[in-house]
């Protein structure tokens, strides 16, 4: 996210500096000749003409002023007009009101600049590079955070009757989060029990049927646990347990099969007997 838009306000930069090179290009390298021009035929028509009897005539001295532009227009320019030519002639027109988006344009560039630089130093960590392409501190802090996940170890410290049910149980890779949730409120309760027995410890609840459920701790006797793994579908390796539900269910006389206990009937969780 930091590289995108740090692209991105770089990129706008560059293109807001190059219009204004083009720009500045196109103002300081104008011949100005057409504008000496315009200037000339504004001051030959300073004299407004005169009406009379419904016909338009010029006064005298206006078409003794026009003469001169005709022969003017027919003929190159004075040579003092071709040495002012170029930048020297133009940097009075770069500083004027005509030349005022070049100066918008530069103050855009300058504050667009600063603006991108303040947002880089403000976005990018201070750690963020030391180590390569991440923040270094990040590790450390990671580190130090809470463990969310419980292990077997934990568990087993209080049940030591599941360690043995499982010892000979293709369940044993199971872990008990897995079926149990992560337990963390009964660990503290049951930690603190150790030490004061008349703590008291709540019971397990029943699973909601969520699979990522908030749960702290619960019990899940529920079909859906048990075929989540054990539903034989297309690619399973052979050597997997799998089934077909409808006809094992009907092979094994289940009684309902539509209860959510049904496989619990021959099956326990710890130790599927199998």
Known sequence: ??????????????????????????????????????????????????????????????????????????????????AESGIGMNSRLLLSRHTRHLRILVVLIVVGGAGAFLVRSQMIPEAYGDRGPYRSAALGQIAALPVRLTSDATCLKCHANVQEERAESPHQA??????????HEHIAAATIAATSPDHAIAPAAEWDGDFHSKQDLFITQDRATCLSCHTSVVGMPSSFRSIDVGRHLEEQGAENVNDKNVCFECHTGHSPGI
């Open 1 to 82: 996210m930091v590289v995108i838009v740090t692209l991105g306000l770089v990129s706008a930069v560059l293109a807001t500096f190059v219009l204004f090179v083009l720009m500045f290009i196109e103002v300081a390298f104008k011949p100005p000749q057409a504008s000496i021009n315009r200037l000339d035929v504004r001051k030959s028509e300073s004299s407004e003409p005169v009406v009379f009897a419904g016909h338009v005539t010029r006064p005298p001295e206006r078409i003794q002023q026009a003469a001169p532009v005709a022969a003017a227009s027919s003929q190159p320019l004075p040579q003092v007009a071709h």
């Open 174 to 183: 199971v872990r008990c989060m897995h079926c149990h949730g992560n337990g």
